[in-house]
């Protein structure tokens, strides 16, 4: 499957600070990535991001920048929110037996499953990626501490497979 990772910066970013696939931590190239490279058409890839992500990002007059929406943060993680509290009650009812593995947990799944669930309903791993300040994070966590009121200037797209 393939995703995005997004160079973004508070400041305009010029072509030629554009990042690159070697700019991508090793770590992320070998635990997450098969591999990395630049996307076909990032025109149409920045108008899929503003479209995906309505409500979330406001586009700021100007080119390729974006604000987060009043209540983008909240429009953002609620249903991952929601998921994430039923997951906790559904451990909550984990039997001994299901935590040592010699039966299934809730919902018929193997506890393991609903621990990577539960920690899906946080962050993805396998989902789009920000590229800020030289440090690589999930779309959610980088969301989590992101500023409400500074302008997001969009630099460089890649493509990853996983």
């Given amino acids: 499957m393939h995703s995005r ?11 030629s600070d554009y990042i690159e696939a070697s700019d991508i931590p090793e ?3 070998s635990g997450i990535a098969d591999y990395v490279v630049d996307v076909e ?4 890839e920045l108008k899929c991001l503003m479209e995906s992500f309505s409500g979330i990002f406001v586009p700021e007059p100007g080119k390729d920048s974006f604000r987060i929406a009043p209540n983008g943060k909240k429009a953002y993680f609620s249903g991952g929110y929601k998921r ?8 909550l009812t984990t039997t001994m037996e299901a935590f040592i593995g010699m ?14 669930e539960l920690n899906e309903a946080y962050s ?10 030289d ?28």
């Fill in 5 to 15: 990772i997004f160079q973004i910066s508070k400041e305009t970013i010029d072509v």
């Fill in 27 to 29: 770590g992320f190239q």
């Fill in 41 to 44: 058409d990032r025109t149409a």
């Fill in 84 to 91: 994430f509290r039923e997951l906790c009650a559904l451990m």
């Fill in 103 to 116: 039966e299934a947990g809730p919902e018929d799944k193997a506890l393991s499953f609903l621990m990577y």
């Fill in 124 to 133: 993805s791993k396998y989902g789009y990626y920000i590229y800020e300040d």
């Fill in 135 to 162: 440090e690589l994070q999930p779309l959610p966590e980088w969301l989590r501490a992101a500023d409400q009121q500074a302008i997001y200037h969009i630099g460089n797209v890649l493509d990853y497979h996983f």
